[in-house]
């Protein structure tokens, strides 16, 4: 298996209150993305990072920012959490970077926003 | 923009027996890529198959092959002699510059 890591696991958080994921990788891969997801809506992108400190937003973005200061690590943070937000946050890296690159997933983390 | 569709929210297959998940996609471009992945309970997501759409030949992966036709923009995911273990959600999911599409996703179960 790839080497990525999400932390943590599960969270719950209350409304109004800033949040933060985190996905760490040690495949030195270049691309990162974070996608969540729903029931009834598959998986959505929100943001992705093609570098240190160059991102781009998914489809998905409004309420979440993201930054990668490092190769391996890339945070999703919700400033101001609300309840539409929970949901499984899945991080992922491409291994080539290309649009011929499969994507390998984190184990997920489980936000519950009350 | 793109867009990826698959029309049969949850299947069912008798062990031992062929399925197909159906999926769809729009795009303009001539030149992507195109993959199944699979979710089993235990929330992993896993690689099962992929296309390259400049490529006549169908991907085959052991049990699992694709029948892809690129004028129709169709991508169905075909499963021989299925087994339990192959219980899960599958994404049907496009890739071009950069981004990854999924769709919503079919639930398949299988009857022993």
């Known amino acids: 298996d790839a080497g990525i890591t999400q932390s943590p696991r599960h969270k719950v958080t209350e409304t109004g209150t800033p949040v933060t994921l985190r996905c760490h990788q040690t495949?030195?891969?270049?691309?990162m993305y974070w996608y969540r997801q729903d029931p009834g809506h598959g998986l959505r992108l929100i943001h992705y990072s093609y570098g240190v400190k160059d991102t781009d937003k998914g489809e998905v973005s409004d309420g979440y920012s993201v930054s990668r200061s490092k190769t391996e690590d890339f945070l999703l943070t919700l400033e101001s959490a609300t309840s539409s937000q929970t949901s499984v946050y899945f991080c992922?890296?491409?291994?080539?970077?290309?649009?011929?690159?499969?994507?390998?997933f984190g184990n997920g983390t489980r936000l519950t926003v009350t | 923009a793109q867009t990826v569709t698959q029309s049969q929210p949850e299947m069912s297959v008798q062990e031992a027996e062929t399925v197909t998940l159906s999926c769809t996609y729009d795009?303009?471009?001539?030149?992507?890529?195109l993959f199944w992945y699979k979710q089993p309970p235990s929330r992993q997501m896993i690689l099962v198959i992929r296309?390259?759409?400049?490529?006549?030949q169908n991907a085959t992966e052991n049990r699992f092959s694709v029948n892809f036709q690129k004028a129709a923009k169709s991508f169905s995911l075909k499963i021989s002699d299925s087994q339990l273990g192959d219980a899960a959600m599958y994404f049907c999911?496009?890739?071009?510059?950069?981004?990854?599409?999924f769709g919503k996703g079919t639930r398949l179960h299988i009857l022993p």
């Open positions: 296309q390259e759409a400049y490529k006549q």
């Open positions: 795009t303009s471009e001539s030149d992507y890529y």
């Open positions: 992922a890296i491409s291994e080539w970077g290309d649009y011929n690159s499969p994507l390998h």
């Open positions: 999911a496009y890739n071009r510059d950069d981004k990854i599409i």
């Open positions: 495949e030195n891969h270049r691309y």
